[in-house]
């Protein structure tokens, strides 16, 4: 079994008060008790309270909340439906032909097990983990998309991505690769963005950067130990946490 890496230094020196979020495809939903189930067409973020309370949300083909089809491939509208959806009602491309192409370029999720499930980090299960969020603030953010490249080559696939797609797009099939080290700019999906707080944006990365990460946190000559990190911080009152300069009244 793989060992999870310790985020600690990074939530620590960049106040990152939020829980980490893990996107997990597991053969058996038992270990990540307390589970939540979606409504019917329910958003996965509708969620994010229960994620707080440390509950699990669980998804399953029968089962999949949303009715887009991302996660599972099979969505609960038809093709039709759901360009008219889209374009006319959430009003994303310009007309049905833009709209079209879109979705005949977007990728589903392909699931390996029968269960999929979105909640805070399980240590234990860290071998069934695809992706990890951070909800993170603009400051927050910056230092992280900065972290993501520390050990980038340029002919590589690009280490940080901030690419149109739904939340829950955002959390997996946007990716180039899940098992490349690469990093995804999200929350950007007004439609989901009513139940985060303001401040909030996602920075969702793959378990290779999550890990890359750690190591990134554990190097004293990186960004994240530099003066420029300190001076940011000095500017911010001392904290880069949201929650702190709520408490400020900032």
Request: one cysteine or more.
């Amino acid at each position: 079994m793989n060992m999870q890496p310790d985020p600690s230094v990074i939530l620590d020196k960049l106040s990152i008060t939020e829980p980490l979020i893990g996107f997990y495809d597991a053969p058996d939903a038992a270990p990540f008790k307390p589970l939540a189930v979606p409504g019917n067409h329910q958003c996965v973020f509708a969620s994010f309270k229960k994620w707080h309370q440390g509950k699990t949300l669980h998804l399953t083909r029968d089962n999949p909340g949303c009715g887009g089809g991302h996660l599972f491939g099979v969505g609960t509208l038809c093709r039709e439906e759901m360009v008219e959806f889209l374009c006319d009602a959430e009003g994303l491309r310009a007309d049905h032909e833009l709209m079209e192409l879109w979705l005949d370029a977007a990728k589903s999720y392909a699931p390996a097990n029968d269960h999929l499930l979105i909640g805070p980090l399980r240590a234990d299960q860290y071998d069934h983990l695809r992706t990890v969020t951070f909800y993170v603030n603009a400051d927050q953010l910056a230092v992280l998309c900065v972290g993501a490249t520390y050990y980038s080559r340029p002919d590589e696939i690009p280490p940080v991505l901030a690419p149109f797609g739904s939340g829950c797009m955002q959390l997996t099939t946007l990716f180039d690769n899940l098992e490349a080290p690469q990093a995804l700019i999200g929350a950007t999906d007004h439609a989901l963005r009513k139940y985060l707080e303001p401040w909030m944006l996602a920075f969702t990365v793959t378990r290779p950067m999550f890990e890359l990460l750690c190591r990134w946190a554990g190097d004293p000559k990186s960004s994240l130990h530099s003066g420029f990190l300190d001076g940011l911080i000095r500017a911010r009152g001392g904290s880069l946490g949201q929650k702190d300069k709520d408490r400020k009244g900032v």
